[in-house]
């Protein structure tokens, strides 16, 4: 099992440039596309009916077909795609639309050799035991992992506050980590609570993007979660989506 | 010393009668013996109903969020430097030991200390920091090899105290450091291990070296005695009382044995005065004075407490250091000559300074604000006898630098505008959250933020203004197909005819109307017309409902009024609210505690993160980014005077009435922060929302240099090109074009393309950009 996932993820590393995430800076420029998020969009914290209503989603849901990884270049506005808004700027206020926001994320990040912490040697692949559906195709931060790990070896060992307490340490420091969300569902789901399961599984779907592995677990999640509370139609949607996703 | 007579009486056979007279007298001193048994079993039955239960009552102790140190980490050395610090890590050349660091450039190499966490134990060890920039470049042990991560413990930032604020720290008889118990022994009772309680070798030594004048060292009582004075007895000066003593120590003796006799003394002895807390046992001393735990201190720290214990007040190393000090190294030739530390080991221990904190506090009163948030939630869970005599460990989520920046900035900004008149009876508030996680990390309820009075931040429910104006807006941004950024709105003067008959009739800040705007552009400028007009034609309940969800609990009319913030909201609840549109949407109970664990470590309760999806991802982004135009062309403009444009930044002015309230609330990607200035009196002030509240909000986020805010794009939100007069649809070629974000399916039809590229835009996008960078 370990075997084989560190070369993979070794291979991971080199093809992503060793381009860890960095804390505040989750990947931005991928084809975000892949995936219909319209099932998320809920206007009150519940899903199922009123979601489907929408007109927004219904254009959503014409796109959730899997345009396959090539995907288009999504501009987001805090990709750094600084070069690309012409613009004149006006100083008349009530006039037209100034410039968009520009942000700059990369400018203010770690000034730091990145590959200097690649991929720590701990060979305890946390994703592999239990986490269902996450693979090598992850690569993770040298304090996120072993944060992972010591909430996998609480939680093997039946202490679910523990594995809570340190998946929570865990996003503290890496907060749009969906990796550390997804734990934190599964957690939530063996302490009982599929509602905060669902929640978090959700969470980890907003910073999932480009991860079709992830979220093919993070829905499968949601799935669970639902069956849980009793709504078996919404966990019926969320398989299909665990389903385009892959 | 009349006493020493008395306690033998018992044990004293009576003497012969051979007087008549005398037959009366034992008679009598029989009926004085049974008396006597009779104290004694009484006596007995306090000693040992006190002893053998739960002997302290201890203050709940409140600490801060443990520092973590991992490669990769945004945290400069400067910051780092002042947590060890006020941890009372010892600077040295090479760093030797648990408590010890050593700073080399931009190196720092210390041994942590260890401590139990809710999650488990964080064993001590060395540890190397390189910093580059304002980030930990890299983490490793002082061997080389990697560490991935690294909790320091956690700064003690106060207690919950009971009335008679007596406060103490436990320790065991085995966690104390080399030469404690011997140096106590020597100098307090050098018969200890062979007396049953009392003893009259010492006792004669001790009028004799009174007596012939002579230096005293010691005092008549043993260890046990003094421990049986402080431990039952009050602090009355009598023959009986002494009487008392003298008996209860023997009965303690009788009962328990040496270690647990000397281990209750260590923790009861008294070593000084702490304002309205009285300091007990070593182990708190330890902390108290050298901020460090007692198993760390060395002989001449351990010689300086023990020497204390004759005069807590008298030999107060912090206000008589040369007493303390004389004091100490008259400690040091006891251990000499008794020979319990060598000729050399005095020498070297002589040499050191005294080496207490400057610190006078320990942080009993310092951080009132936030002790108060977390008092209040733990009296949701807890009992007030459990939280002032358990000794339970609460962990919070406070970052004590956070809360030194937060301070700075209102003193500074204060400082700054004080020119103003009105400004001295401004009052301030300041509430410091992570968005990202839904913790509070610092709290001011008073410009006087070691006040502890009024808490402003938790319980000042002042008009919101303009602070209301994003959840209107998202109301209708949640309906894509009647509102995008670039809806047009009238900013046209209207007046309404409320259900009471009254005539409602807002006015902008300019008192002007700006005819018609881009929704956006009302948001940005804050202006009140087409906020009014935008919020009452999406229904005034329904703002309302928008506003529940972004966590306002508190309940308001739905007059139509409240759309320009009539409502009254305190500043941790404008936290909540912001903190919603700051977190995608999802919405986090506001926490300040993680943890709670018993006095021996272990888990007791945990205060779990917890989230709930409330809006849509993309209505949250387009909110966002139309909030981020309020700093980068409206009303928050300001922030880019002081902080780099390339930090992308979200928020919202608000001003009352009058400019009674002076608001802002704002976050980047990693740091929420709600600041409110006002009176008490609820009087005008020098300050709009802009003027006051913000500055002092640019002057924190400049201190505190957050990560740029980067919320990432839904798939349901599309960037069009579109016409930047018109709003409509357009290409990227076309002169005036811009981007901005619709939700799928909002967005206006593409325009034309322009044809070919035109040098003007090439030209426009350069100055476009140096604008920004400039």
Same mark, same amino acid.
């Not at chain 2, 044995?257 to 923790?267: G, S, V």
């Given at each position: 099992?370990?075997?084989?996932?560190?070369?993979?993820? =070794?291979?991971?590393?080199?093809?992503?440039?060793?381009?860890?995430?960095?804390?505040?800076?989750?990947?931005?420029?991928?084809?975000?596309?892949?995936?219909?998020?319209?099932?998320?969009?809920? =206007?009150?914290?519940?899903?199922?009916?009123?979601?489907?209503?929408?007109? =927004?989603?219904?254009?959503?849901?014409?796109?959730?077909?899997?345009?396959?990884?090539?995907?288009?270049?999504?501009?987001?506005?805090?990709?750094?795609?600084?070069?690309?808004?012409?613009?004149?700027?006006?100083?008349?206020?009530?006039?037209?639309?100034?410039?968009?926001?520009?942000?700059?994320?990369?400018?203010?990040?770690?000034?730091?050799?990145?590959?200097?912490?690649?991929?720590?040697?701990?060979?305890?692949?946390?994703?592999?035991?239990?986490?269902?559906?996450?693979?090598?195709?992850?690569?993770?931060?040298?304090?996120?992992?072993?944060?992972?790990?010591?909430?996998?070896?609480?939680?093997?060992?039946?202490?679910?506050?523990?594995?809570?307490?340190?998946?929570?340490? =865990?996003?503290?420091?890496?907060?749009?980590?969906?990796?550390?969300?997804?734990?934190?569902?599964?957690?939530?789901?063996?302490?009982?609570?599929?509602?905060?399961?669902?929640?978090?599984?959700?969470?980890?779907?907003?910073?999932?993007?480009g991860r079709p592995d992830l979220q093919a677990s993070l829905w499968e999640l949601i799935a669970q979660a639902r069956e849980k509370q009793g709504d078996s139609a919404g966990a019926t949607l969320a398989r299909q989506k665990a389903k385009v996703s892959l | 010393m009349t006493r020493t007579r008395s306690p033998r009486t018992p044990k004293k056979p009576p003497s012969r009668g051979l007087h008549p007279w005398l037959g009366w007298a034992l008679k009598l001193s029989l009926v004085g013996l049974v008396v006597l048994a009779g104290f004694a079993v009484y006596l007995d039955a306090i000693v040992q109903e006190k002893f053998s239960g739960k002997r302290w009552t201890i203050p709940a102790k409140v600490y801060a969020r443990p520092l973590e140190l991992f490669t990769g980490q945004k945290l400069s050395k400067d910051d780092f430097l002042t947590e060890l610090d006020a941890l009372g890590y010892r600077r040295e050349s090479v760093s030797n030991g648990p408590g010890a660091a050593a700073v080399n450039g931009n190196t720092v190499d210390l041994n942590t200390r260890g401590f139990q966490f809710y999650e488990g134990l964080e064993k001590p060890q060395p540890v190397r920091v390189r910093f580059s920039g304002d980030y930990v470049a890299e983490l490793s042990a002082t061997n080389g090899s990697k560490l991935s991560v690294v909790r320091l413990e956690p700064l003690l930032i106060g207690g919950i105290y009971p009335k008679n604020l007596e406060d103490r720290i436990l320790i065991k008889i085995d966690q104390v450091p080399p030469y404690l118990l011997e140096t106590l022994v020597a100098v307090e009772d050098r018969d200890f291990y062979s007396h049953w309680g009392v003893s009259p070798k010492s006792i004669a030594r001790a009028v004799y070296v009174n007596t012939s004048g002579g230096k005293m060292t010691q005092g008549g009582s043993t260890l046990t005695q003094q421990l049986v004075k402080n431990f039952y007895l009050t602090s009355e000066r009598s023959l009986t009382r002494k009487l008392t003593e003298a008996m209860m120590a023997m009965l303690l003796e009788l009962h328990y044995?040496?270690?647990?006799?000397?281990?209750?003394?260590? #923790?009861e002895v008294f070593v000084g005065q702490d304002g309205q807390r009285a300091v007990h046992g070593f182990g708190l001393a330890s902390q108290f004075f050298f901020g460090q735990p007692l198993s760390e201190l060395k002989l001449h720290q351990v010689a300086m407490l023990v020497g204390m214990v004759k005069g807590p007040s008298y030999y107060n190393p912090r206000r008589n250091p040369e007493r303390a000090l004389e004091r100490r190294n008259l400690v040091l030739d006891v251990l000499e000559q008794q020979g319990v530390a060598t000729a050399e080991q005095v020498a070297a221990a002589k040499k050191?300074?005294?080496?207490?904190?400057?610190?006078? *506090?320990?942080?009993?009163?310092?951080?009132?604000?936030?002790?108060?948030? !977390? @008092?209040?939630?733990?009296?949701?869970? /807890?009992?007030?006898?459990?939280?002032?005599?358990? +000794?339970?460990?609460?962990?919070?989520?406070?970052?004590?630098?956070?809360?030194?920046?937060?301070?700075?900035?209102? #003193?500074?900004?204060?400082?700054?505008?004080?020119?103003? @008149?009105?400004?001295?009876?401004?009052?301030?508030?300041?509430?410091?959250? #992570?968005?990202?996680?839904?913790? !509070?990390?610092?709290?001011?309820?008073?410009?006087?933020?070691?006040?502890? %009075?009024?808490?402003?931040?938790?319980?000042?429910?002042?008009?919101?203004?303009?602070?209301?104006?994003?959840?209107? &807006?998202?109301?209708?941004?949640? *309906?894509?197909?009647?509102?995008?950024?670039?809806?047009?709105?009238?900013?046209?003067?209207?007046?309404? @005819?409320?259900?009471?008959?009254? !005539?409602?009739?807002?006015? #902008?800040?300019?008192?002007?109307?700006?005819?018609?705007?881009?929704? /956006?552009? %009302?948001?940005?400028?804050?202006?009140?017309l087409s906020t009014a007009r935008l919020g009452l034609a999406v229904g005034v309940p329904n703002v309302l409902k928008t506003l529940a969800r972004l966590g306002v609990t508190r309940e308001f009319p739905a007059f139509p009024s409240m759309l320009l913030g009539a409502g009254g909201m305190t500043p941790i609840e404008v936290a909540t609210m912001y903190q919603t549109l700051a977190n995608g949407g999802f919405n986090t109970p506001m926490r300040g505690i993680r943890s709670v664990l018993t006095a021996e470590g272990?888990?007791?309760?945990? &205060?779990?993160?917890?989230?709930?999806?409330?809006?849509?991802?993309?209505?949250?982004?387009?909110?966002?980014?139309?909030?981020?135009?309020?700093?980068?062309?409206?009303? %928050?403009?300001?922030?880019?005077?002081?902080?780099?444009?390339?930090?992308?930044?979200?928020?919202?002015? %608000?001003?009352?009435?009058?400019?009674?309230?002076?608001?802002?609330?704002?976050?980047?990607?990693?740091?929420?922060?709600?600041?409110?200035? +006002?009176?008490?009196?609820?009087?005008?002030?020098?300050?709009? +929302?802009?003027?006051?509240?913000?500055?002092?909000?640019?002057?924190?986020?400049?201190?505190?240099?957050?990560?740029?805010?980067?919320?990432?794009q839904p798939d349901n939100v599309v960037q069009a090109w579109v016409d930047s007069r018109t709003g409509q649809g357009s290409d990227a070629n076309c002169p005036g074009a811009v981007q901005m974000p619709y939700i799928r399916g909002s967005e206006p039809p593409p325009g034309a393309a322009c044809g070919g590229e035109s040098p003007a835009s090439g030209e426009t996008v350069m100055d476009w950009v140096k604008g920004w960078m400039n």
């Open positions: 099992m370990n075997k084989w996932l560190i070369p993979a993820v =070794a291979a991971v590393a080199l093809l992503s440039g060793c381009s860890t995430v960095q804390r505040g800076s989750i990947p931005v420029e991928d084809s975000g596309t892949a995936v219909s998020n319209s099932e998320r969009i809920s =206007a009150n914290g519940g899903f199922r009916k009123s979601t489907v209503k929408r007109p =927004a989603q219904a254009q959503s849901q014409t796109q959730a077909i899997p345009q396959g990884d090539t995907g288009v270049v999504v501009m987001v506005p805090g990709g750094g795609a600084v070069a690309s808004a012409p613009i004149s700027t006006s100083p008349i206020t009530p006039g037209p639309i100034t410039p968009g926001p520009i942000d700059t994320s990369p400018v203010q990040s770690a000034p730091i050799n990145q590959g200097s912490y690649s991929m720590p040697s701990t060979p305890s692949g946390i994703p592999s035991a239990n986490a269902g559906g996450l693979s090598a195709d992850e690569q993770l931060d040298g304090p996120v992992l072993a944060l992972l790990t010591t909430a996998q070896q609480q939680q093997a060992s039946g202490d679910l506050n523990g594995a809570s307490s340190s998946l929570e340490r =865990a996003q503290r420091v890496a907060p749009r980590e969906p990796q550390v969300l997804y734990r934190l569902a599964q957690v939530r789901m063996a302490q009982g609570d599929a509602a905060q399961a669902e929640q978090f599984a959700r969470r980890g779907l907003t910073f999932a993007n | 044995d040496k270690r647990e006799i000397l281990e209750a003394y260590l #923790n050191m300074p005294l080496g207490v904190t400057t610190r006078g *506090k320990l942080a009993d009163s310092s951080f009132p604000g936030f002790l108060d948030l !977390v @008092k209040r939630q733990l009296r949701e869970d /807890y009992r007030d006898e459990d939280l002032t005599e358990e +000794g339970l460990r609460i962990f919070t989520s406070f970052d004590p630098i956070l809360q030194m920046k937060a301070e700075a900035s209102v #003193n500074d900004t204060f400082k700054r505008l004080s020119g103003r @008149k009105g400004s001295d009876d401004v009052e301030a508030a300041m509430v410091v959250t #992570n968005p990202e996680t839904g913790e !509070v990390q610092a709290m001011i309820g008073s410009r006087q933020a070691s006040f502890a %009075g009024f808490n402003r931040a938790l319980d000042a429910v002042r008009p919101i203004g303009s602070l209301i104006k994003p959840a209107v &807006y998202l109301t209708a941004l949640e *309906k894509p197909t009647q509102y995008t950024l670039t809806s047009w709105l009238s900013d046209e003067s209207f007046s309404v @005819k409320g259900a009471d008959g009254q !005539v409602w009739k807002p006015q #902008n800040y300019d008192r002007r109307s700006h005819g018609t705007v881009f929704l /956006y552009q %009302g948001l940005a400028h804050s202006y009140n272990e888990p007791l309760k945990r &205060y779990p993160f917890q989230i709930e999806q409330r809006f849509d991802p993309a209505s949250i982004y387009l909110i966002q980014s139309a909030m981020q135009r309020v700093m980068r062309e409206g009303t %928050g403009s300001s922030v880019y005077n002081v902080l780099p444009k390339t930090l992308t930044l979200a928020g919202k002015t %608000g001003t009352s009435n009058d400019s009674r309230d002076s608001w802002f609330a704002g976050f980047s990607q990693d740091l929420l922060a709600v600041v409110w200035l +006002g009176r008490d009196d609820n009087g005008k002030t020098p300050f709009t +929302g802009a003027t006051g509240a913000l500055q002092v909000w640019t002057s924190f986020m400049r201190k505190a240099d957050p990560l740029p805010l980067d919320m990432p």
